[in-house]
């Protein structure tokens, strides 16, 4: 089973609007990592968070993270087309070794 | 520096017969994990790698097994093809152990008939 469901499953929007989908999961945590997936391909890494930290930014994106909740929340500011792609949260279960991925969400942004 | 690369691409297998998929790590790195993404979904972690013994094992039965080599290259089996096993199958590095990105491979997407 899978450990974090994203929301929404899916979110269209025009471009320069922002755009926030959220991440919980189950068990705790050491850390939290958001990935982009374009078309079915490999991921690529956004960024990572760890329990400890309640905000974080790198370039357009702001990830918060709430562990008392078990939530985690991505926002890509002033959306671009090129930012179309699936986005999945995944939290490695205090194991340290076993990542667990959400069902992701699929961002579609209009130009 | 040369990122995760995956073998092949694309195959196309029938049921009941095995499979070997491919992935060269990220150089420097020691720990790779094998995932498995079927259409709509999110990866599921198969099992992980460091230094050539397996260190961790989702939910997948014995008919998935792997390697890991001294050059700290993978190798995913499976074993008696089904159905289900159709899905992309993700290899990720990571530099070490415990709370790193994962480079994640370009997947090798495998259709069982």
């Known amino acids: 089973s899978q450990q974090g469901e994203e929301d929404p499953q899916a979110l269209s929007i025009q471009e320069g609007e922002n755009a926030t989908m959220n991440c919980s999961y189950k068990t705790s945590i050491n850390n939290l990592q958001w990935y982009r997936q374009n078309s079915g391909r490999g991921l690529v890494h956004l960024i990572l968070i760890r329990s400890n930290e309640r905000e974080k930014h790198s370039g357009r994106l702001r990830v918060t993270l709430d562990t008392s909740k078990k939530s985690s929340s991505l926002l890509i500011t002033a959306s671009r087309a090129a930012d179309t792609a699936s986005y999945f949260c995944?939290?490695?279960?205090?194991?340290?070794?076993?990542?667990?991925f959400g069902t992701g969400t699929s961002l579609t942004v209009i130009p | 520096e040369t990122g995760v690369t995956q073998s092949p691409t694309h195959l196309i297998k029938t049921r009941g017969q095995q499979v070997t998929l491919r992935c060269s790590s990220q150089s420097g790195h020691n720990t790779v994990s094998w995932y498995q993404q079927a259409l709509g979904q999110g990866p599921q972690f198969i099992f992980q790698y460091y230094r050539e013994e397996e260190n961790g094992r989702g939910n997948f039965p014995p008919r998935f097994s792997g390697l890991q080599f001294p050059n700290y290259s993978s190798e995913l089996n499976v074993n008696a093809l089904e159905l289900d096993d159709s899905a992309l199958y993700l290899c990720?590095?990571?530099?070490?152990?415990?709370?790193?990105?994962?480079?994640f491979g370009p997947g090798t997407r495998l259709t069982v008939l």
């Open positions: 990720a590095s990571r530099p070490r152990m415990g709370g790193n990105e994962q480079f």
């Open positions: 995944a939290t490695d279960a205090n194991t340290g070794n076993q990542f667990y």
